[in-house]
């Protein structure tokens, strides 16, 4: 961990020559940086604002949006994005990248003169977390040009720290020390936005890196996800997927779970775990944090690169079958399993004629909004018929226990309406197709229904008849000829 602080000017003077250069966040001789193609997701906390700041920004939030958008065009390997006013709560150690203003820094003082605090979190050269913190002892406004004091200037004082976020330190600081003019020098100055050897340093970091990929559109099941509350012991959130074809088939499957704090979802899961097996119970692949994979780059590369450092994802070359991928809770000597909300996704990366053909997980159902939710893109341009079940009762013949008697499904479109909802399957108007299919649920009180799809964004979503809770399976079934 390293802190850097950003001093105000007052009695020391700007160093402004054009001598040497920028200076690198190092730690053993390693350059620190972020997974290359990675999207560093910021948590603004900074207030809604109750007033125009003089560059005629309406809260600090957006002017450190705007701050962002400085560094984004000089990042060919990295991008910011954000959070408006995020729910999540500033921690130091939960690898969410948090802006807050504060008097104190994780309770530390803040040191004399100091006008902010970046504190980088890091593991073997790569970036995990920072969490920048302005200080609420100074006077803070968003403008332009020369200074004023008392009046700080936050928009440039933002710039200078998210710098820090992507691996710059104080070149004036260096030993020897630079003689540059730079945002990244230890002194807030007349400079109020990039200087060209800030521009040096970050492209000297960002400039190169894998190629962005786009994942093919194709008339498959491209997207496959389940989100549901995983527990300890054998509760835990299990999902199963086929891959069809005659060849391999290329994979991204992650979890998401501290994350989905940053959407409003609560007791979202801490610490993610994913353990992928094969249809003989062989582990094949696992991973705890998706950033110390030697697969991260490509992750990224996908545009799939989980926000928190400590979820779990997964890069595969799968033969045709039946996998198995089970979501749990982090546990060692030092820390026990958690239970909490988490997100299963199965990404089609379209690497060969082979495809995902279905895509089941079980997990707990709840009250509220404690419930178990799957859902599915339809990629390519012509509607594929899917059959989708609920399943509860059944479970009892593989030994489940504490099964839900009597699921209830809805299927609903990308805008949220509903195609359609079914109780018990042999009173779906498609109960014949789903018999025709193989695909009718061995008891009458689950649910299940026929549908085809046009193209885009589906869930569905089980619940209890009457309030009930229980364990119950989620199962999309892809129904067309292959492609």
Same mark, same amino acid.
């Given at each position: 961990?390293?802190?850097?602080?950003?001093?105000?000017?007052?009695?020391?003077?700007?160093?402004?020559?054009?001598?040497?250069?920028?200076?690198?966040?190092?730690?053993?001789?390693? #350059?620190?940086?972020?997974?290359?193609?990675?999207?560093?997701?910021?948590?603004?906390?900074?207030?809604?604002?109750?007033?125009?700041?003089?560059?005629?920004?309406?809260?600090?939030?957006?002017?450190?949006?705007?701050?962002?958008?400085?560094?984004?065009?000089?990042?060919?390997?990295?991008?910011?994005?954000?959070?408006?006013?995020?729910?999540?709560?500033?921690?130091?150690?939960?690898?969410?990248?948090?802006?807050?203003?504060?008097?104190?820094?994780?309770?530390?003082?803040?040191?004399?003169?100091?006008?902010?605090?970046?504190?980088?979190?890091?593991?073997?050269?790569?970036?995990?977390?920072?969490?920048?913190?302005?200080?609420?002892?100074?006077?803070?406004?968003?403008?332009?040009?020369?200074?004023?004091?008392?009046?700080?200037?936050?928009?440039?004082?933002?710039?200078?720290?998210?710098?820090?976020?992507?691996?710059?330190?104080?070149?004036?600081?260096?030993?020897?020390?630079?003689?540059?003019?730079?945002?990244?020098?230890?002194?807030?100055?007349?400079?109020?936005?990039?200087?060209?050897?800030?521009?040096?340093?970050?492209?000297?970091?960002?400039?190169?890196?894998?190629?962005?990929?786009?994942?093919?559109?194709?008339?498959?099941?491209?997207?496959?996800?389940?989100?549901?509350?995983?527990?300890?012991?054998?509760?835990?959130?299990? #999902?199963?997927?086929?891959?069809?074809?005659?060849?391999?088939?290329?994979?991204?499957?992650?979890?998401?779970?501290?994350?989905?704090?940053?959407?409003?979802?609560?007791?979202?899961?801490?610490?993610?775990?994913?353990?992928?097996?094969?249809?003989?119970?062989?582990?094949?692949?696992?991973?705890?944090?998706?950033?110390?994979?030697?697969?991260?780059?490509?992750?990224?590369?996908?545009?799939?690169?989980?926000?928190?450092?400590?979820?779990?994802?997964?890069?595969?070359a799968l033969d045709p079958g039946d996998y198995t991928a089970i979501v749990k809770s982090f546990?060692?000597?030092?820390?026990?399993?958690?239970?909490?909300?988490?997100?299963?996704?199965?990404?089609?990366?379209?690497?060969?004629?082979?495809?995902? #053909?279905?895509?089941?997980?079980?997990?707990?159902?709840?009250?509220?909004?404690?419930?178990?939710?799957?859902?599915?893109?339809?990629?390519?341009?012509?509607?594929?018929?899917?059959?989708?079940?609920?399943?509860?009762?059944?479970?009892?013949?593989?030994?489940?226990?504490?099964?839900?008697?009597?699921?209830?499904?809805?299927?609903?479109?990308?805008?949220?309406?509903?195609?359609?909802?079914?109780?018990?399957?042999?009173?779906?108007?498609?109960?014949?197709?789903?018999?025709?299919?193989?695909?009718?649920?061995?008891?009458?009180?689950?649910?299940?229904?026929?549908?085809?799809?046009?193209?885009?964004?589906?869930?569905?979503?089980?619940?209890?008849? #009457?309030?009930?809770?229980?364990?119950?399976?989620?199962?999309?079934?892809?129904?067309?000829?292959?492609?």
């Amino acid at each position: 961990m390293k802190i850097r602080h950003f001093f105000t000017a007052a009695g020391i003077a700007f160093i402004a020559s054009t001598s040497l250069g920028y200076v690198r966040e190092f730690d053993n001789g390693i #350059g620190l940086a972020w997974v290359k193609d990675r999207t560093v997701v910021m948590q603004l906390s900074l207030g809604t604002g109750t007033r125009i700041l003089r560059d005629g920004f309406t809260s600090f939030n957006d002017s450190a949006i705007d701050a962002l958008k400085t560094w984004n065009p000089h990042l060919a390997h990295l991008q910011f994005s954000w959070v408006k006013n995020s729910p999540v709560t500033a921690v130091q150690g939960d690898d969410e990248m948090s802006v807050i203003f504060d008097n104190k820094v994780f309770g530390s003082n803040f040191g004399s003169g100091t006008l902010a605090v970046t504190v980088l979190g890091y593991r073997n050269g790569n970036f995990e977390e920072t969490d920048t913190v302005f200080n609420t002892a100074i006077s803070w406004d968003s403008y332009r040009g020369a200074l004023t004091p008392p009046v700080v200037d936050f928009h440039r004082v933002a710039i200078h720290e998210f710098g820090h976020t992507l691996g710059l330190d104080h070149p004036d600081q260096a030993k020897p020390p630079q003689k540059v003019v730079a945002i990244m020098n230890s002194i807030v100055s007349n400079l109020d936005t990039l200087a060209q050897d800030d521009i040096n340093g970050v492209t000297a970091i960002y400039g190169t890196g894998p190629a962005y990929i786009s994942i093919p559109d194709a008339p498959v099941l491209m997207d496959l996800s389940t989100r549901g509350t995983t527990y300890t012991g054998n509760n835990v959130l299990i #999902g199963g997927f086929i891959v069809q074809g005659s060849h391999q088939t290329q994979l991204l499957v992650r979890c998401l779970a501290f994350s989905l704090a940053s959407y409003g979802i609560p007791d979202a899961l801490g610490d993610s775990v994913i353990e992928l097996y094969d249809a003989n119970n062989h582990l094949i692949a696992s991973n705890d944090d998706w950033f110390t994979s030697s697969n991260a780059a490509t992750i990224s590369s996908y545009r799939r690169d989980p926000p928190n450092s400590i979820e779990s994802a997964l890069l595969v070359a799968l033969d045709p079958g039946d996998y198995t991928a089970i979501v749990k809770s982090f546990s060692d000597a030092q820390q026990s399993a958690t239970q909490g909300v988490a997100l299963f996704e199965v990404y089609d990366l379209r690497a060969s004629g082979s495809r995902l #053909g279905n895509v089941s997980t079980r997990g707990q159902v709840g009250t509220g909004d404690n419930i178990l939710i799957g859902g599915v893109i339809v990629g390519g341009s012509t509607p594929k018929p899917v059959v989708v079940r609920a399943l509860g009762p059944t479970l009892s013949q593989f030994g489940v226990t504490g099964v839900l008697a009597d699921p209830y499904l809805e299927l609903r479109d990308g805008n949220g309406n509903l195609v359609e909802a079914n109780n018990d399957w042999q009173q779906s108007p498609e109960a014949a197709v789903i018999s025709a299919d193989g695909k009718a649920p061995s008891n009458a009180k689950e649910s299940a229904m026929a549908r085809t799809l046009s193209p885009g964004n589906y869930t569905a979503l089980v619940r209890g008849v #009457g309030g009930s809770t229980g364990t119950a399976l989620v199962e999309v079934y892809d129904e067309s000829a292959s492609p």
